[in-house]
Each structure stands twice: as C-alpha cells, then as structure tokens.
C-alpha cells in the first residue's frame, strides 16, 4: 500500500494506536521514548504554551551516536516519534504521538501525563 502524503504508517486502515508492536521496541527503544516524554512533560510543566516539540536528543546513557539515529529512525517508523524540520538554525525537532504513549503505558504500565497536541 502506499501512503497519501501526510498519512502515516499508524494511519493505515484497521490500525489503531493500540496495535502496539511491542516486539519491535528494545529497552533502548523504549529508553528513548520515555527520555521524549518526560522532557516534555517537564517543558509542559515550565512554559503553559509547550506545543510538544524538542530537541533532539543528543546523549542517552549509552552513548553511540550511530545508535541513537537508528533508534529515532525506528520509532519514526512504527509511528510513535514524529519530527519536523524547525529552522535551519535549530534543525530537526520531534515529538512523542499518541500511539508513543499508549506504547509507553502499554510496556510499562505507567500512565504518562506528557501532554501530546493534536496533529
């Protein structure tokens, strides 16, 4: 099947955020997504107009670079970060979806309270 552009892959018919491939997320996987919803429930808490964007993350705890890029790609893929191009000076920006947070609650069993915009 191939997408309409601006229809994402969790937007196929018959899809729904809680068909959660549980099985393509790793600790490393997951470790990232939370990093995203704590920064912006944290960026939530410090400014009331938080649209949901960040930057990108650029350290995690176990450190590889080349890592940390195929991870954003993964979780892009399965529909749970989204990414935008902000500006030329600020570069690429990401936000977790509805669908990243129903896996982080669904694999953790907590309830995340990051506040995620509509599309």
């Given at each position: 099947?191939?997408?309409?552009?601006?229809?994402?892959?969790?937007?196929?018919?018959?899809?729904?955020?809680?068909?959660?491939?549980?099985?393509?997320?790793?600790?490393?996987?997951?470790?990232?997504?939370?990093?995203?919803?704590?920064?912006?429930?944290?960026?939530?808490?410090?400014?009331?107009?938080?649209?949901?964007?960040?930057?990108?993350?650029?350290?995690?705890?176990?450190?590889?670079?080349?890592?940390?890029?195929?991870?954003?790609?993964?979780?892009?893929?399965?529909?749970?970060?989204k990414?935008?191009?902000?500006?030329?000076?600020?570069?690429?920006?990401?936000?977790?979806?509805?669908?990243?947070?129903?896996?982080?609650?669904?694999?953790?069993?907590?309830?995340?309270?990051?506040?995620?915009?509509a599309?």
């Amino acid at each position: 099947m191939i997408l309409k552009p601006g229809v994402a892959a969790v937007d196929k018919p018959g899809m729904s955020e809680h068909d959660l491939p549980s099985d393509s997320l790793d600790e490393q996987n997951l470790l990232v997504l939370q990093s995203y919803a704590d920064r912006s429930q944290a960026a939530a808490a410090a400014c009331d107009d938080h649209d949901g964007w960040l930057d990108r993350l650029e350290m995690m705890e176990y450190g590889d670079p080349e890592e940390l890029t195929r991870i954003h790609g993964t979780l892009i893929a399965l529909g749970m970060l989204k990414f935008k191009l902000a500006s030329r000076e600020t570069g690429l920006q990401y936000r977790i979806s509805q669908r990243g947070q129903c896996a982080i609650e669904h694999l953790t069993g907590m309830t995340t309270t990051a506040a995620v915009p509509a599309p």
